[in-house]
T-cell receptor, first 115, second 112 residues
Framework: GAVVSQHPSWVICKSGTSVKIECRSLDFQATTMFWYRQFPKQSLMLMATSNEGSKATYEQGVEKDKFLINHASLTLSTLTVTSAHPEDSSFYIC???????????FGPGTRLTVT | RKEVEQDPGPFNVPEGATVAFNCTYSNSASQSFFWYRQDCRKEPKLLMSVYSSGNEDGRFTAQLNRASQYISLLIRDSKLSDSATYLCVVNIFGDSSYKLIFGSGTRLLVRP
């Protein structure tokens, strides 16, 4: 089955610093990857759609200058949270389109805590 | 109004029980429908796609009613391992791609 990995699985950083999260498709090529954020007891909210070789499409209300997305290859997308603040603390999950019926397979998530 | 609405639960049922979850969606242009399962502090995992004719996978049965914009999931003979949050998910098309819209989830607790 399709496997998506994320790194790191958890990170603690200080307010004002930047954090990069990697999302990799391990056994397939993913033209499109998606980045979600999930706050406690809430559902996943799509942040942006990342297409290989082009600029990401951000959802309304998501600051593109704060959440930098790079999808430089068919197996890797990165999300950088710039100048992180405590309110950015959340569970960040990526997913990849496996190209069959719009199903997405999710990475294990990255738990970010900003102190 | 939320694009995908679910009863948050929790549904607390004994082992062996049958339990049903419902979901409604607001975008009539939605194309594909799914149920995902999410365990605590883990990523969602695809449980099953939902087709217009209804589909079954072992103890799980999913139904779709496009006219009513309603999706259901039935779990028969509940196991302790079924305890999780079940997410109703709808696929809609944007300008250049599609996106999945997640419901807030229905929590299921199966007790011995």
């Amino acid at each position: 089955g399709a496997v998506v990995s994320q790194h790191p699985s958890w990170v603690i950083c200080k307010s004002g610093t930047s954090v990069k999260i990697e999302c990799r498709s391990l056994d397939f090529q993913a033209t499109t990857m998606f980045w979600y954020r999930q706050f406690p007891k809430q559902s996943l909210m799509l942040m942006a759609t990342s297409n290989e070789g082009s600029k990401a499409t951000y959802e309304q209300g998501v600051e593109k200058d704060k959440f930098l997305i790079n999808h430089a290859s068919l197996t890797l997308s990165t999300l950088t949270v710039t100048s992180a603040h405590p309110e950015d603390s959340s569970f960040y999950i990526c997913s990849a389109d496996v190209g069959q019926g719009y199903e997405q397979y999710f990475g294990p998530g990255t738990r970010l805590t900003v102190t | 109004r939320k694009e995908v609405e679910q009863d948050p639960g929790p549904f607390n049922v004994p082992e062996g029980a049958t339990v049903a979850f419902n979901c409604t969606y607001s975008n009539s242009a939605s194309q594909s429908f799914f149920w995902y399962r999410q365990d605590c502090r883990k990523e969602p995992k695809l449980l099953m796609s939902v087709y217009s004719s209804g589909n079954e996978d072992g103890r799980f049965t999913a139904q779709l009613n496009r006219a009513s914009q309603y999706i259901s999931l039935l779990i028969r003979d509940s196991k302790l391992s079924d305890s999780a949050t079940y997410l109703c998910v709808v696929n809609i098309f944007g300008d250049s791609s599609y996106k999945l819209i997640f419901g807030s989830g229905t929590r299921l607790l199966v007790r011995p």
